[in-house]
């Protein structure tokens, strides 16, 4: 989860040009005053937002009044009614897509790779991330691997990256299977031979189930799964070899198969302590961790099991017996809590003298802390100095530790070191020297004497540093939400997170040699897309995407920058002048710019106007219910009038005019229908002031407000508001809703998740079509492949329909044929699709692969 600059450096008082760092641009000298309240509010969105993935949801969603915290909302559009769905599902649907016939031309990649979060120009005071000293970034990388010249990303949900000059230069791979969710790279020493191990396993709240392991002899160039479907369904977080056996820690249960011989021997599960008789899918046995300890002869095998909410499970397990079956015993470790752990990374050092381990605390996460002032849900870093994994462990590193390193995170405070350890956490030995450990959270540290002291070496970013605003400024940095480390045999050190990829030597001291590898990774991770006319030529697109906030592509560039920073989510743009557009943080706030998102940092170049609750200053009477990524619209034939939607649904008359702010004593949003107290909105569609509105409530099983899962529709067509009543639509959470420009009665609904075939009680097909204003509806969705559906637009009498699995059209006037849309789309989720305003081109929103473009052939 990336925070927006505004939470440190927003309301800037005292201001001075940098000149050095990032010249030109007014910065505060110092670090802002209110930074710890800042961090506060950031906190809060940690812990709403990066909390489940296709992994549900468990009971710690938030706040109740929270309909779907980030946690499951997007979870919930491709698993609801069901808290889970078996990966079987994906891949048969992949299958049948795949086996359509194609219709039109060759998609081309519209993003240049990276977003430049620093771009001069674009340095708005409170909404941008300038000064942070990040430079280029890219989607999640979630897991790395080297092999002598070769580098090894992996992503999100943009596959596997592969570079053989140590990461200048990359090249895509890994991009059409049915998931391109990676959760673990391994390299075979013996072959030199890359495993991959599929399904994202960080808990982030768009986390993608994966679909087994897979292996390739020619350096990522090609794949061939490894095993039966054994790991389907499987997140798996770590692949290692014990020499003999190759080990996979997953979501359920640690697996192993022999590391030579045919490739389609079946894994065995070795270690599944939890009997979970209630089916709880947050009792899986989650193994977030295996290592081997060198010079055992492969018998030392120890596996952490531990969630992030804790269970009565969660501990090490250790086998001296080469990791058989039967042969895992839970230990009591000296020195280490065993009653409070939850996920955890494991490292030996290179000569096994000593074992190192991050554990976060599932009580310090629920809230029971030492002390109320701290944030932290990090229980600590843990050494057995003799490598024993029973221990003696000493406590070497806690949040006040790190937190007084040189970290940009202070302790206490609301946002400290550690603050999201179930999210994001690794630790590692230097192959080369046992005394030097890195450990990943939000910041990186090192320590060069076996934890004996720590040094922050990438902080959380430069804003709090003494350096920022200096006239030297700060060195760059690496961005926020570590997730994976590897380092090479020369001594190079490689980093991911929720940014991509950075480098430096590991002789390298303090803050000082990182570089980004970005500029050729094309891994943004989108949610929504926008089109309008640029004044300065051609056609620009903005752009909502998970961590790093809303991008713009101007005119015929493929150039990336990011004016706005955070989590970005639904977008607004005049398809006139694109300099006007409209883009959200979270829980609707929206904020506005009608200069193109353009400062020299000395003045603001967008301003908030939310009706949601969910922000630093709600309005009275706000909305309590705004999903996480919550949608928005401007009204097709009256742009000025925008609609927003969450348990209310609001309109506003004013469009880039609108005002909505507590300190201004005014709102110009106004509700015009309640949905209920339950329902939260999913999607949104204004025409002519005729509205559809799609909503869930309450939206999981698990959901506090009780009674499972409901969707429904709510129209204001024929004069007055009412609840849509059809018993052929499928209870499953919308996804979009279109109308017919020419026809406010003829409309569409589309619908995410998986037919009942895979989910109980899920109904059937995915897009649907009413002539009467949503009275009576038509299952259309005819040959489609059963994947969810996540977008439509109408265009030249073509229905466009993304999905999970590509983009598939159908003609308006035979609607239930469908074909797939154009060749060399990658598998990438397809978030979002819109047209630019020409009408002839379509632009696909990916989820790991970035936006894409295809002109269309009628």
Not at 187 to 215: C, F, I, K, M
Not at 467 to 496: F, K, M, S, W
Not at 804 to 818: E, G, I, K, N, Q
Request: charged residues 15%; negative net charge.
């Amino acid at each position: 989860m990336l925070p927006r600059a505004s939470l440190l450096v927003a309301a800037m008082v005292a201001t001075a040009v940098l000149t050095g760092g990032t010249p030109g641009v007014a910065v505060p000298r110092t670090h802002h005053p209110s930074a710890d309240r800042r961090f506060a509010a950031l906190a809060r969105q940690v812990h709403l937002s990066n909390t489940g993935g296709m992994q549900p949801a468990d009971d710690d969603g938030g706040d109740p009044d929270d309909p779907v915290a980030g946690t499951l909302q997007f979870a919930a559009a491709r698993t609801a009614p069901s808290a889970t769905v078996s990966g079987a599902a994906l891949a048969a649907g992949a299958a049948a897509g795949d086996r359509l016939p194609v219709r039109g031309g060759t998609w081309s990649e519209v993003t240049s790779g990276s977003a430049d979060s620093e771009t001069p120009g674009y340095a708005d005071p409170s909404y941008s991330d300038y000064g942070s000293g990040w430079g280029p970034v890219t989607g999640r990388a979630s897991a790395l691997a080297t092999d002598g010249p070769w580098v090894y990303a992996g992503f999100a949900d943009g596959g596997v990256w592969r570079s053989k000059d140590t990461g200048r230069t990359w090249t895509p791979g890994f991009q059409h299977a049915s998931t391109e969710s990676i959760g673990s790279l391994w390299v075979n020493p013996a072959d030199h031979s890359l495993w991959v191990g599929t399904g994202e396993a960080n808990t982030s709240a768009d986390n993608y189930t994966g679909q087994g392991v897979y292996r390739s002899a020619d350096h990522g160039r090609t794949f061939q799964r490894v095993g039966g479907s054994e790991l389907l369904n499987a997140q798996v977080a770590t692949l290692t070899t014990n020499g003999s056996y190759v080990f996979a820690a997953t979501s359920h249960g640690l697996w192993r198969r022999p590391l030579s011989g045919r490739l389609d021997t079946p894994w065995q599960r070795v270690l599944s302590p939890d009997p979970n008789p209630d089916k709880d899918p947050a009792r899986t046995s989650i193994i977030s961790s295996v290592t081997v300890r060198p010079g055992s002869h492969g018998a030392t095998v120890l596996a952490a099991l531990g969630f992030r909410n804790g269970t009565p499970y969660d501990g090490l397990y250790l086998s001296t017996k080469g990791g058989a079956p039967g042969t895992f015993q839970r230990i009591r470790p000296a020195g280490i809590d065993d009653s409070d752990i939850g996920r955890t990374s494991l490292a030996y050092a290179p000569d096994g003298s000593a074992l190192y381990a991050v554990i976060q605390s599932p009580a310090y996460t629920a809230g029971k802390r030492p002390s109320p002032m701290q944030s932290t849900s990090l229980k600590g870093v843990y050494k057995s100095a003799n490598g024993d994994p029973n221990g003696p462990w000493t406590l070497v590193a806690d949040a006040g530790t790190l937190g007084r390193s040189g970290s940009a995170q202070s302790f206490p405070s609301t946002y400290e070191p550690g603050v999201g350890s179930w999210y994001n956490q690794y630790v590692k030995v230097d192959p080369r020297d046992p005394q030097h450990v890195y450990v990943g959270l939000e910041e990186v540290y090192e320590s060069r004497d076996g934890g004996a002291s720590w040094t922050t070496i990438a902080p959380f970013w430069n804003y709090t540093l003494p350096c920022y605003g200096t006239a030297t400024g700060c060195p760059p940095t690496v961005h926020t939400d570590q997730h994976a480390i590897a380092i090479n045999d020369e001594g190079r050190l490689y980093v991911g997170s929720d940014g991509g990829v950075w480098t430096r030597l590991t002789t390298d001291h303090a803050t000082a040699g990182w570089y980004d590898l970005n500029s050729g990774l094309h891994t943004l991770q989108y949610f929504y897309v926008g089109a309008g006319h640029d004044p300065q030529g051609g056609t620009a697109l903005w752009g909502g995407l998970q961590d790093n906030g809303a991008t713009l592509v101007r005119g015929n560039s493929h150039d990336v920058i990011q004016p706005f920073a955070g989590d970005g989510g639904d977008v607004i743009v005049d398809p006139d002048n694109a300099d006007r557009a409209a883009v959200e943080y979270t829980y609707g706030d929206i904020a506005v710019t009608t200069v193109g998102g353009r400062s020299d940092g000395s003045a603001a170049a967008f301003r908030e106007i939310s009706p949601g609750c969910q922000i630093s200053a709600p309005i009275a009477g706000c909305d309590p219910k705004m999903q996480f990524i919550a949608p928005f619209t401007a009204d097709r034939a009256n742009g000025n009038r925008w609609v927003i939607s969450g348990r209310y649904v609001w309109e506003t008359q004013k469009g880039f005019g609108t005002v909505c702010a507590k300190a201004a004593g005014t709102c110009d949003w106004q509700p015009v229908h309640d949905l209920g107290e339950t329902a939260s909105t999913t999607a949104v569609e204004a025409d002519n002031g005729v509205d559809y509105v799609g909503w869930c409530g309450p939206c999981l099983p698990s959901d506090e407000d009780g009674g499972g899962f409901k969707s429904g529709i709510a129209t204001n067509y024929g004069g007055t508001w009412h609840t849509i009543t059809a018993p052929n639509l499928p209870n499953r959470y919308v996804t979009r809703i279109v109308s017919d420009p020419a026809h406010p009665a003829h409309v569409y609904a589309v619908y995410g998740a998986y037919s009942r075939k895979w989910i109980p009680g899920g109904g059937v097909g995915h897009v649907f079509e009413s002539l009467d204003g949503g009275a009576t509806w038509r299952d259309i969705s005819g040959n489609l492949p059963d994947v969810p559906a996540d977008a439509m637009v109408i265009a030249k009498g073509q229905l466009i329909l993304a999905t999970d699995h590509l983009v598939y059209v159908a003609d308006v006037r035979t609607p239930t044929r469908w074909s797939r849309l154009g060749h060399g789309l990658p598998s990438s989720v397809t978030t979002d699709i819109a047209l630019l305003p020409s009408g002839d081109t379509v632009v696909a929103a990916t989820h790991g692969r970035g936006l894409w473009r295809l002109r269309l052939s009628r």
